[in-house]
């Protein structure tokens, strides 16, 4: 399946959940989620966005795993759907976007938790978010770098001429 259309799912079922489990859930979900894209653009990607894609492909992999959570196991995941990353850019946004919205739904259940034990996944899980969310918005400015990079090539080296100057060729 096709990164966004996981993208969009993720985004419908975290905003469905109710309960501090079904949020923790969908929270790991979306992390795993990103460590996929991370993988599939680690491998295949822009060069320019390989490194941070290696690094949001490992985020979490030492001491607290994705996959490693009881309610991911329990239904698996939606990222060991994921077939193909089509825009990178619009796959990054999106993904930028789920992220946000897992730490939001993250720290509202940190803060209503009056149990020890969850306060803490719940911190892990709104690190291993923040990380991800660094990575992602990190190949966000490389790409738009990229387009401003090819813009000037395209213009030339003396940029756009406009004005008067432009109508000395001639007719």
Do not use: F, N
């Amino acid at each position: 399946m096709e990164a966004e259309r996981l993208i969009e799912i993720g985004r419908r079922a975290l905003a469905e959940s109710r309960g501090a489990l079904s949020i923790m859930a969908e929270a790991w979900q979306a992390q795993a989620l990103a460590r996929t894209v991370g993988g599939k653009l680690a491998q295949g990607g822009p060069l320019e966005l390989r490194s941070d894609a290696r690094g949001l492909s490992e985020i979490g992999g030492s001491g607290v795993s994705v996959l490693d959570h009881p309610m991911v196991l329990a239904g698996g995941t939606r990222a060991s759907q994921l077939s193909e990353v089509t825009d990178v850019r619009r796959t990054l946004a999106g993904l930028a976007l789920l992220l946000g919205e897992s730490g939001i739904a993250l720290v509202g259940v940190a803060c209503d938790t009056g149990e020890d034990g969850l306060y803490w996944q719940c911190i892990e899980a709104i690190d291993a978010t923040d990380e991800s969310m660094d990575r992602v918005h990190g190949m966000l400015r490389r790409l738009a770098e990229r387009e401003r990079e090819r813009g000037r090539e395209r213009d030339g080296p003396y940029g756009v001429l406009h004005g008067p100057a432009g109508s000395a060729a001639g007719p």
